[in-house]
């Protein structure tokens, strides 16, 4: 079973910050946060990851509360490239990931 | 490529047929996955390999499933006498080790007919 809760959609204006929501309420102290987003006819893209502190890179900010009970991924400037459902996984290093159903985000003009 | 890859990308067979799925993951990595991904659903999970030792095989939904990875580099998946519920997309993943994230490809779309 996923570890993860996500909301089923979203949507977003072109332009604007994404900021998309994950509950991981029964994270344990050695598991990973980790984003993908998979677009249709592709296979899972790789985002961001993190454990504890927040992370940033090229694609994408991972902000994870105190608590590690939840966290989101910021999409600083959504373009309509970025239409996806993105998943939230929570997973040892190494380890099989249990993606649940994710978000579905839409980008709209 | 960089890339991992995955072949065929479509693949249609007659209800009890045997089928083999190929993945090359990316060169050095170590771990290799196989997920199953149903029309609507996120992946699953199905076995997991480090380098040619098969680790978990715990998400097979059947024996008529079976994966293998010789040389600890390219993988198989096999399903010997498919059935109509074994259509689905069949996605391999890799990664360098065990602290780094996997990376998919575009899977192989099996349909059953």
């Known amino acids: 079973d996923a570890k993860t809760t996500q909301p089923p959609s979203m949507d977003c204006a072109e332009g604007r910050a994404a900021n998309l929501p994950c509950n991981h309420s029964t994270i344990s102290g050695n598991e990973y946060v980790y984003w993908y987003r998979q677009i249709h006819s592709q296979g899972p893209q790789y985002i961001i990851h993190g454990l504890k502190n927040n992370e940033t890179n090229e694609m994408a900010s991972l902000i994870i509360t105190e608590d590690r009970k939840s966290s989101t991924l910021i999409l600083p400037h959504a373009t309509l490239r970025d239409t996806a459902v993105y998943y939230c996984?929570?997973?040892?290093?190494?380890?099989?990931?249990?993606f649940g159903t994710g978000t579905s985000l839409t980008v709209i003009p | 490529g960089a890339g991992v890859s995955q072949s065929p990308r479509y693949k249609v067979a007659k209800r009890g047929q045997d089928v083999a799925l190929r993945c090359d993951p990316i060169?050095?990595?170590?771990?290799l996955f196989w997920y199953q991904q149903a029309l609507g659903q996120g992946p699953e999970f199905l076995t997991y390999f480090q380098n040619e030792a098969q680790l978990d095989k715990s998400g097979l939904p059947s024996d008529r499933f079976f994966a293998e990875r010789p040389e600890g580099s390219v993988s198989t998946l096999k399903i010997q006498r498919t059935q109509q519920e074994d259509s689905a997309v069949y996605l391999c993943a890799s990664s360098l080790n065990r602290d780094q994230p996997q990376h998919f490809g575009d899977g192989t779309r099996l349909s059953i007919l």
């Open positions: 060169s050095g990595h170590v771990s």
């Open positions: 996984i929570v997973s040892d290093t190494g380890n099989q990931f249990y």
